[in-house]
Structures are given as structure tokens and as C-alpha cells.
């Protein structure tokens, strides 16, 4: 596969949350509805130059576990597609370039992708739901480098920026908004990626497309979660104040960071 390059969709911010959330129910269907845990996540790649996270053997296990391989007609299926999501990264090409290599050898086609494409996925969504410029949105092959943008954005520092960083429970969730977690390290706080700004870090966000405000509940879909594009369940605890707080239940990838779309509410996007 050869990656050409051509301009993100710019239809103005007007409705921009319904079209991300619809982007993302798209993908999900064309990977088969597939659902997964709420404390599962995609992996990333280390962003070129940014300082390595080394992994132990737990950690390597349960990487090989989440990235489970595909059939091969499956992998074949979607291939483009994913191939589609790295296409809107500054770094697309050479991956894409890569993984033409490991097609090439004994594998064929049904070689997972060399490179972890969840940042990806999350890129491609923010290109095709009209996030057209990087001063809106920095595409990437890692979560960091859009998770960074969104933290200048609400220490005022990027007032270009779709997105503003707020610790989860600090600020009402809503469809098109991101909720992100780290592994390693394990950030709780936005205080703890604040002190590491320009780091390599593993982490993962999702895009929510619904909040269920009655059972306290929120739906999100993200990418390269066990190969696939996944949609997950994420229980939330109700705070004083009377906005939910979301969580993983799992100590060792906190959901540290929600980031809020500077746009207007959408209609329900989903009929319970």
C-alpha cells in the first residue's frame, strides 16, 4: 500500500460532536461491533526521539494478549482501512512502508501491523469530522501529543486547540469529548503529565459517544483494542457536585485526563 496525501474535511465546527460520535459508530460496525472491557486498551508506539517506556515481561504478555491476530481474511478486510487511519499522520508513510515489508514475508497479509494504530484511529476521526487544522488538533502516532495540546489549551497556552484538559469529574462528559489513560507511567492527575510535557508515554484514549446520566454509565469507542476497533462501558461514580467521575477499575491505567470538545452539546445521539 502506498499512502497519498490529501486535505482533512473542514465543514466548520456546526455539529462537529454528532459527526465524530457518527465516525466512530461507523468504524466500530465495519469491525464487527466488537466490545471490550472497560479497563482494555490499545497500545502506542514511543513517538520518534521522545525517551522510551521499557516494558517487563507482565507488561509484554499482556500487550501480545491485547493485540491478538486476526483471521486472515479478516486481517485482509480490514487492512485498507487501517492503513486509512495512519494515512492522516504526519508519520503515516513510513509506517505504511513498513508494514508493506512484514505483508511481504512469511505472514502475508495476516501479520498484525508493526506499529500500534489507536492514536491513529483517533487522528483519522478528527480529520474526517472536519478538525481539519493541526492548531485544532495535533494528529499523531501517540495519544501524548494531542493529550499535551489539550493541556496548554486550558493553562491558556494554545487557544486554538478543539480540546481542553480537565481531570475526569472536574467537567460535565459529553458525546465527541476524549477520556484517556496511562500505563506506564501511570498518570492519575493532570498534574502528573503537566511535570513530563513532551514525554513518551503509553497511553489510550477513547471517544465517547454516549453518557446514560440514569445508570451511570458512559460509552466510548477506540481503536487497536485486541486489533480491532471496540466499543466499552465505563462505569462512572457520581460526585457532589453531581457530575460523573469515570474509571477504568483497574490501578495500573487510571483514567487521568478528559478532554473537552469546544463545541456545542449535540442532540441524543443515542435512543435507549
Known amino acids: 500500500m502506498t499512502v497519498v496525501a490529501r486535505e482533512c474535511r473542514a465543514p466548520g465546527t456546526a455539529d462537529v460532536r454528532r459527526r465524530l460520535a457518527d465516525l466512530a459508530?461507523?468504524?466500530?460496525?465495519?469491525?464487527?461491533?466488537?466490545?471490550?472491557?472497560?479497563?482494555?486498551?490499545?497500545?502506542?508506539?514511543?513517538?520518534?526521539?521522545?525517551?522510551?517506556?521499557?516494558?517487563?515481561?507482565?507488561?509484554?504478555?499482556?500487550?501480545?494478549?491485547?493485540r491478538s491476530r486476526l483471521p486472515p481474511a479478516e486481517a485482509l478486510r480490514v487492512a485498507a482501512s487501517i492503513a486509512g487511519y495512519w494515512a492522516v499522520t504526519p508519520e503515516g508513510s513510513w509506517i505504511v512502508a513498513r508494514q508493506n515489508d512484514r505483508w511481504n514475508g512469511e505472514d502475508g497479509i495476516a501479520a498484525r501491523w508493526n506499529a500500534p494504530w489507536s492514536?491513529?484511529?483517533?487522528?483519522?476521526?478528527?480529520?474526517?469530522?472536519?478538525?481539519?487544522?493541526?492548531?485544532?488538533?495535533q494528529r499523531a502516532i501517540a495519544h501524548h501529543a494531542y493529550i499535551d495540546q489539550a493541556i496548554r489549551a486550558r493553562d491558556g497556552r494554545d487557544l486554538r486547540a478543539a480540546f481542553v484538559a480537565y481531570d475526569p469529574g472536574e467537567a460535565a462528559i459529553l458525546p465527541g469529548d476524549l477520556l484517556c489513560a496511562s500505563r506506564r507511567p501511570a498518570y492519575r492527575t493532570l498534574a502528573d503529565r503537566r511535570r513530563q510535557m513532551g514525554v513518551g508515554a503509553r497511553s489510550h484514549c477513547d471517544l465517547v459517544i454516549d453518557v446514560d446520566e440514569a445508570?451511570?454509565?458512559?460509552?466510548?469507542?477506540?481503536?487497536?483494542?485486541?486489533?480491532?476497533?471496540?466499543?466499552?462501558?465505563?462505569?462512572?461514580?457520581?460526585?457532589?457536585?453531581?457530575?460523573?467521575?469515570?474509571?477504568?477499575?483497574?490501578?495500573?491505567?487510571?483514567?487521568?485526563?478528559?478532554?473537552?470538545?469546544?463545541?456545542?452539546?449535540?442532540?441524543?445521539?443515542?435512543?435507549?
Open 25 to 66: 459508530v461507523q468504524e466500530w460496525a465495519f469491525f464487527g461491533f466488537k466490545r471490550a472491557n472497560a479497563n482494555e486498551a490499545g497500545e502506542e508506539p514511543d513517538a520518534p526521539g521522545a525517551q522510551a517506556q521499557p516494558a517487563d515481561d507482565d507488561e509484554l504478555r499482556d500487550r501480545r494478549r491485547r
Open 119 to 137: 492514536a491513529a484511529f483517533i487522528s483519522w476521526l478528527m480529520c474526517e469530522g472536519g478538525l481539519a487544522t493541526t492548531g485544532q488538533f
Open 215 to 272: 445508570t451511570a454509565t458512559i460509552d466510548a469507542i477506540g481503536g487497536n483494542v485486541r486489533g480491532v476497533v471496540s466499543m466499552k462501558t465505563l462505569p462512572a461514580v457520581r460526585l457532589p457536585s453531581g457530575l460523573l467521575r469515570p474509571h477504568t477499575g483497574d490501578d495500573e491505567r487510571p483514567l487521568f485526563a478528559h478532554l473537552k470538545l469546544r463545541a456545542a452539546p449535540a442532540d441524543a445521539l443515542i435512543t435507549r
